[in-house]
């Protein structure tokens, strides 16, 4: 009895740890997207990332997904089987915005990219569009390093109302959707498609009068500090920069 008890304990044990990495390592993802979207607002005073949303899956879920793929005889094995446990979902206002956040993970040198499935460049036949990557997030723990599988999923504010709108209607119909409801699913997929390609077309419209108002202030500043007299930076502040000395007019 006593040693059935240590097993269980064991058990549970291994099954916590087991499941805490999964949260470990959407944090640690959450804060490297927290760095990049700051760092691109400073920079270039515009927030890529509407919003984030994570998610792991639920012991009931795991185990369902388990014995559709015909089971497992370890943790181990879990882990490789089932590569979505832990989820994020990145919502961007364009879709440019999508493959900037998909480069930026790639470029993190921690990360291990598995794989990325472009339903954007290649819709699903019901219309879905997104970007997902499954990746491995390192998780440091007191007595080990561990490389944990996440699922992002990126995809516009028009997407990601479509996926939501598309998912409660099968859930509602367990699947067995009327065929009319599945052909104006499709149509409202194409007509977020042609919203977020007017968006992109908006906003470049928009960059494009901003960078020209930008430059205009720049020369308006220069010329108030130097009136006629040419404008050249000092190169101590120049070096530091990585530039040269120019003389501005």
Known sequence: MDHTIEQLKHIRHNVTRFMMMYEFALKELETKIEILNDEF???HEYNPIEHTKSRVKSPESLMKKLQRKGGAQSLDEIRETIRDIAGL???CSFTEDIYWVCDMLKNQTDIKVIEIKDYIKEPKPNGYRSLHMIIQVPVFMSDRQESVYVEVQIRTIAMDFWA???HKIFYKYEGSVPAQLIT???DA???ATALDRKMEKLRHEIESIK???HEHEEYEFIDSLTGEQPFILPDALLKLAGG????SN
């Open 189 to 191: 997929a194409d007509s």
């Open 89 to 91: 979902r990145i919502t």
């Open 164 to 166: 939501s709108l598309e």
């Open 41 to 43: 607002l400073a920079l």
């Open 184 to 186: 104006e699913l499709k």
């Open 244 to 247: 040269e000395s120019k003389a």
């Open 211 to 213: 960078l020209a108002d």
